[in-house]
Each structure stands twice: as C-alpha cells, then as structure tokens.
C-alpha cells in the first residue's frame, strides 16, 4: 500500500529553526508538496519537489531524496504565526496526490 | 480576486435529508476535487474531476456524488447523510498539467465544516 509518514506533532521556540520530516512509501513518484495549514483554515501551498536537493524560499527551505524515500521542510527564524500543521503530499505514479496525516507544529515564545 | 468558494461552511443537518455543498473557481482550473479531513487521518479524496463531464472516484466515494456541467462548479451531494459523514470537507482545484494530470499547486476553498446527527 501507499503511504506517508510525518510526525504527528513537534514543539520549538521562537527565532529557533525546526526541521520536520516526512518519509513516503507511493507506487511512482511524481513530485512532493508541503502545504501549511492553521487550525479551522485551508491548506495553502509551500512548495513542491521533483529532483534530489534543496530548495529555498525565503525562511522555508525543502530537501528531496528520492532514492530514500524522504524529504524534510525546514524552518528558520521560527515566528508564532508558523504554528500550524505541515501537510507533506506525494503525486504517484497515477498523478495522485497521497496525502501524509500532517505535522501540527507549536511555537512557544 | 482568484479563489475556491463553498457553500454553506457550517451545517447541522439530520440523518437522510439530502444536502448539497456548492464549489465554484474563478481561475478557469480543468482539474477539480473534494476532499474530507479527519482528526489523525489528513486529507482524504472523495471525487475529483479533470475536466466538464469527466469524474473519478476518490479513496472515500461512498456516499457521495459530484457533477461537473461547467467548468468553474463542483457541486459535492450527499444524498442520505449518516453521522459517519461528519466531517470537515475542501474543494480544491488546479491548473492541469500535460495530459491532464495534476502537477501544478491544489488552491483549496476555506472549508465547510459538516454535522450530521
């Protein structure tokens, strides 16, 4: 079966940087999202991977490793609006997206 | 203003009486979707759509059922509501990639939070 893996909940500090992982198991690949979502709200885009490395947006930065199965979204400079859960997604062989359960991540001042 | 729109985003209703949610895009998006989220269970995908008249099961279709006569409206029915269908529900939708397929980014309407008791 296909599946994705994230943990469910991760606690950091203001100003502080925070790495959240995602590991995926989907029959093909074709590219993986992050998607930031705040509670009672709609997830909206972060950033979308196809080829092995880093890319960089402003505070948020996501790496892809596709011979393992894994990518992370790091976060820098941590401000209280980042609390929020981080949707990882994998578009499958099908162009289907597979959806992982979400990372609910908490700033603390 | 580019955006998803639902409606209604909040209902109480009671088992079997049939409801409609309403979803319209203004981004002229072939591909079109409705998704539920449950605490602990993310997004799941009931039905998409790749363009008018063309519809696909999601991962959770029982118990629902779309249409797609224009291209801006994915109206998601239920037609016999149970308590098991409470649920938080998104449309989303995105430009196709080649083929058809989703590639691009999903831009999701604000969520319609549904009871069934």
């Known amino acids: 079966g296909q599946n994705i893996d994230q943990p469910t909940e991760m606690t950091a500090t203001e100003g502080a940087i925070v790495q959240i992982n995602c590991t995926y198991q989907t029959s093909g690949f074709n590219g993986l999202f992050w998607y930031q979502q705040h509670a009672g709200e709609a997830p909206t885009f972060l950033s979308y991977?196809?080829l092995d490395g880093l890319e960089e947006k402003g505070r948020f930065s996501s790496f892809l490793s596709r011979s393992k199965g894994y990518s992370y979204l790091l976060l820098k400079e941590l401000q209280m609006k980042d609390s929020a859960s981080y949707l990882c997604a994998v578009l499958d062989s099908n162009y289907q997206l597979i959806w992982g359960a979400g990372t609910k991540l908490i700033i603390k001042p | 203003e580019a955006q998803v729109t639902q409606n209604p985003r909040y209902l109480i209703t009671v088992t079997g009486k049939k409801l409609t949610v309403t979803c319209s895009q203004n981004?002229?998006?072939?591909?079109m979707s409705w998704y539920r989220q449950d605490p602990g269970l993310g997004l799941r995908q009931i039905y998409y759509s790749m363009n008018v008249e063309v519809t696909d099961k999601g991962d959770v279709p029982e118990g629902y059922k779309v249409s797609r006569k224009e291209k801006r409206n994915f109206p998601l029915i239920l037609e016999s509501p149970s308590p098991n269908q409470t649920s938080l529900y998104f449309c989303?939708?995105?430009?196709?990639?080649?083929?058809?397929?989703?590639?691009?980014?999903?831009?999701f309407g604000e969520g319609s939070r549904l009871t069934v008791l």
């Open positions: 989303a939708s995105s430009p196709s990639g080649s083929g058809g397929d989703v590639t691009g980014e999903l831009f």
């Open positions: 981004m002229n998006h072939e591909y």
């Open positions: 991977n196809v």
